[in-house]
């Protein structure tokens, strides 16, 4: 079975500081990953994804994420947090095996002036 | 280019009625899924399709029915409402198996 585990609900940091979400998931074999991000009242919108290419990936808004095969994890970054940052922010797998997705229960990002 | 356009983005229904949301995307995509979103509880799957013509049951299907008769169209119904429907429903559709779903706004349901 496959899972996708979010560490923390929520997560508080102040402006410019750096942002750290974390993602681990369960696979029997690599599967395609993906950040969303959901702003107040609005759809997901796609933050970036990996698909077996490099495993440093960059995506938008500054966010940037890295693909740790050891340690099952994708954990979400941005050097320097900005007052727009602050949102819900879902990590999601894909198994390469199936038609499913799996999405995290999301995390709560706050920044604080 | 519209995406994923879902309809009504409200709607309060009693208990036992039926209705159905509407889910268009204009982007040629294959797969196209259902998803509720609940606090605390991430996105669940209600059904997905994989093309027109074909569905399949999600993690939550109970008390819900799909259909895909075209690429462009994937209709959700409720066939007789309960308060435990009540949630935030997107539809969402993507045009092969690596990449990223695309989601439509939301229809936010009541059940009273």
């Known amino acids: 079975a496959q899972s996708v585990t979010q560490l923390g609900s929520h997560v508080s940091v102040s402006e410019g500081a750096l942002v750290l979400l974390r993602c681990n998931y369960s696979?029997?074999?690599?599967?395609?990953l993906f950040w969303y991000v959901q702003y107040p009242n609005q759809g997901l919108q796609l933050l970036l994804k990996y698909t077996s290419a490099a495993t440093l990936v960059k995506g938008i808004n500054g966010f940037e994420a890295e693909f740790k095969k050891s340690e099952t994890s994708f954990h979400l970054t941005k050097p320097s947090a900005h007052m727009s940052d602050a949102a819900e922010y879902f990590c999601?797998?894909?198994?390469?095996?199936?038609?499913?997705?799996?999405f995290g229960t999301g995390t709560s990002l706050t920044v604080i002036p | 280019n519209a995406g994923v356009t879902q309809t009504p983005k409200f709607q309060v229904l009693k208990t036992g009625q039926s209705m159905t949301l509407q889910c268009a995307q204009d982007m040629n995509h294959e797969y196209m899924s259902w998803y509720r979103q609940d606090p605390g509880m991430g996105l669940r799957l209600i059904h997905y399709s994989v093309g027109a013509g074909i569905t399949d049951q999600g993690e939550v299907p109970n008390g819900y029915n799909v259909s895909r008769s075209t690429t462009e169209d994937f209709p959700l119904r409720l066939l007789s409402a309960a308060p435990s429907q009540t949630s935030v429903y997107f539809c969402?559709?993507?045009?092969?198996?690596?990449?990223?779903?695309?989601f439509g706004s939301g229809t936010r349901l009541t059940v009273v």
């Open positions: 999601a797998v894909n198994p390469n095996t199936g038609n499913q997705f799996y």
């Open positions: 969402a559709s993507r045009i092969t198996v690596n990449y990223g779903y695309t």
């Open positions: 696979s029997s074999v690599p599967p395609y």
